[in-house]
């Protein structure tokens, strides 16, 4: 038990840890200009996303830097409709050449639980799967992932979930976990150990 304890303990230090070296390395990625034009038919619509404790999705559309080169954007998040989960938000797409500003994200990795899903729910799906653009867009070179910064607009919220958010949760749970452990060495250590020394 102390065993369990102490590693559920050390689990919630090692996510803290994870969450503070994340956003480290956000405050590092400076916000860049991109422009382009988007790929309004290969928009996808990432399923079960939160912002500001809703249940939505993720808008992500491909973004056309040149002939040859895209990114993926994920231009913001939308609530779904919970009477039909397939009745999407409305939002605007403009057409033609535009600007955006950006900041880099990590590149998206499907969870090995969904490796076999099937295709048969696009435009909503449970990941970004890149191997999904480079068959809808063969000769295209991908060239990494964004997220669109700025105010809500076209539809779209934009207030991003930053990865230090709620670390002090995973402390206190820390500290909860480590609790129990010293606990359950304390009972122990008194029932088996000293209780038996005082009562001869």
């Not at 958010?165 to 402390?171: C, F, I, L, M, P």
């Given at each position: 038990m102390c065993g369990l304890t102490a590693s559920l303990g050390m689990w919630q230090l090692d996510?803290?840890?994870?969450?503070?070296?994340?956003?480290?390395?956000?405050?590092?990625?400076?916000?860049?200009?991109?422009?382009?034009?988007w790929?309004?038919?290969q928009t996808l619509y990432v399923d079960n996303r939160q912002m500001n404790a809703k249940q939505g999705f993720f808008?992500?559309?491909?973004?056309?830097?040149s002939k040859n080169?895209?990114?993926l954007v994920e231009r913001g998040w939308i609530a779904r409709n919970f009477m039909d989960r397939k009745k999407l938000q409305a939002i605007e797409t403009p057409s033609g050449e535009l600007a955006i500003v950006v900041r880099r994200v990590a590149d998206p990795v499907?969870?090995?639980?969904?490796?076999k899903e099937a295709d048969t729910e696009y435009p909503i799906v449970q990941f970004i799967d890149?191997?999904?653009?480079?068959?809808?867009?063969?000769?295209?070179?991908y060239k990494?992932?964004?997220?669109?910064?700025?105010?809500?607009?076209?539809?779209?919220a934009r207030n991003w979930y930053e990865p230090a958010?709620?670390?002090?949760?995973?402390?206190g749970y820390a500290f909860q976990w480590f609790a129990m452990c010293a606990t359950v060495m304390g009972l122990y250590l008194w029932f088996q150990w000293i209780k038996p020394k005082i009562s001869k």
């Open positions: 996510r803290a840890a994870q969450k503070e070296k994340l956003s480290e390395v956000r405050a590092t990625n400076q916000s860049i200009r991109l422009s382009g034009q790929m309004t038919e808008v992500v559309t491909p973004l056309f830097t080169e895209y990114v499907p969870p090995a639980v969904f490796a890149l191997a999904y653009f480079a068959k809808a867009m063969p000769n295209k070179l990494g992932m964004v997220q669109q910064m700025g105010g809500a607009s076209e539809g779209l958010s709620g670390v002090e949760k995973n402390y």
